[in-house]
């Protein structure tokens, strides 16, 4: 089976960061693209930020020169610096890997971490 674990969500106030991990592991082959997604009471889950196995990243406009997407493959790992953070960031944060296993090729899920910004 494939895991995908996050960790390193919490409260913060505005203005404060935090840095989010999540570890794949399992009977895997390769990791494609990671990626962090949100998604807040009441609403859809969003895109926040991707990285591509070559380390092209992308991010959604309203976290783009406040977070950092980056992956360490030795690691199986994916994080996210959150600085400069605001209440409006405050959500449930997932973890996504587009990864090859044993059964092939397929999407995985975290099952996610809190972030609440608030003083």
């Known amino acids: 089976q494939v895991q995908l674990v996050e960790s390193g969500g919490g409260l913060v106030q505005p203005g404060g960061s935090l840095r989010l991990s999540c570890v794949v592991s399992?009977?895997?082959?390769?990791?494609?693209?990671m990626g962090w997604y949100r998604q807040a009471p009441g609403k859809q889950r969003d895109l926040v930020a991707v990285?591509?196995?070559?380390?092209?990243?992308n991010y959604v406009d309203s976290v783009k020169g406040r977070f950092t997407i980056s992956r360490d493959d030795a690691k199986n790992t994916v994080y996210l610096q959150m600085n400069s953070l605001k209440p409006e960031d405050t959500a449930v944060y997932y973890c996504?890997?587009?990864?090859?296993?044993?059964?092939?090729?397929?999407?995985?899920w975290g099952q996610g971490t809190q972030v609440t910004v608030s003083s």
């Open positions: 990285i591509t196995s070559g380390g092209s990243t």
């Open positions: 996504n890997a587009d990864l090859q296993w044993y059964k092939g090729r397929k999407d995985f």
């Open positions: 399992g009977n895997i082959f390769s990791i494609s693209t």
